[in-house]
């Protein structure tokens, strides 16, 4: 099965630095990779999705970017603040109608980030 | 404001007791996920329905039980066959099990033993 690989486990930057996580995956068939984040006490928040046709993808202060070939994929938060104080989880799925594999996502261990004014 | 409603937000269990979680959406999501999440890793699944009375298990389904009778409900009962039940306990759901569907979470229950 997947299995997904989550680096750095803590994170902390300065205000207005740069934060970037990288995750792993093994099954070359995944082709969907969601980013979450967890505020203490809450579940979790897709921030931002990439399928693999697709090599990167922006929303504001976030973007992630997608290596088939060496089946990485990466979180980039620019200009951070304070409120990106959060643990944030990678994930990786297979989504096609196959029996073994609806919607099923393998997460990451998480990366625990800490913006410091 | 449609969402997920994990009630309660923190519960506690004696030695050999059932005790059942509750999860409630009104997305009109036919699927429905539920995960376990402990320090330091990633979230497990649990079991998991596409539509009404159906489900399958997930990863770590042994010691676990839910039912789907309604779309909008999606309890999980942690059984006393559950040896390690501490955990944060995440519904999640999306809708459907079609491609490109996030899933959206609850809030969490959080379970301890006593």
């Known amino acids: 099965g997947e299995n997904v690989e989550q680096h750095p486990s803590t994170l902390s930057v300065q205000e207005g630095d740069s934060a970037v996580i990288k995750c792993t995956y093994s099954d070359s068939a995944s082709n969907y990779f969601p980013w979450y984040k967890q505020e203490l006490g809450k579940g979790p928040q897709l921030i931002i999705d990439i399928r693999s046709n697709v090599g990167e993808k922006k929303d504001q202060r976030i973007a992630v970017t997608l290596n088939k070939t060496a089946k990485h994929f990466s979180l980039h938060i620019t200009e951070t603040q304070p409120e990106d104080s959060a643990v944030y989880f990678c994930?990786?799925?297979?989504?096609?109608?196959?029996?073994?594999?609806?919607?099923?996502?393998?997460f990451g261990a998480g990366t625990q980030v800490v913006v410091t004014p | 404001d449609g969402g997920i409603t994990q009630s309660p937000k923190y519960l506690f269990r004696k030695e050999g007791q059932n005790v059942t979680l509750s999860c409630e959406q009104n997305l009109n999501h036919d699927a429905m996920y539920w995960y376990r999440q402990d320090p330091g890793q990633g979230l497990r699944l649990i079991y998991y329905s596409q539509i009404v009375n159906d489900f399958q298990k997930g990863d770590i389904a042994e010691g676990y039980s839910v039912s789907r009778e309604k779309k909008e409900s999606f309890p999980l009962t942690v059984t006393s066959a559950q040896k390690n039940p501490t955990a944060f306990y995440l519904c999640?759901?999306?809708?459907?099990?079609?491609?490109?569907?996030?899933?959206?979470f609850g809030d969490g229950t959080r379970l301890s033993i006593l």
């Open positions: 999640a759901s999306s809708i459907d099990l079609t491609r490109f569907r996030p899933q959206h």
């Open positions: 994930a990786a799925s297979i989504l096609f109608l196959t029996t073994d594999s609806w919607g099923k996502l393998q």
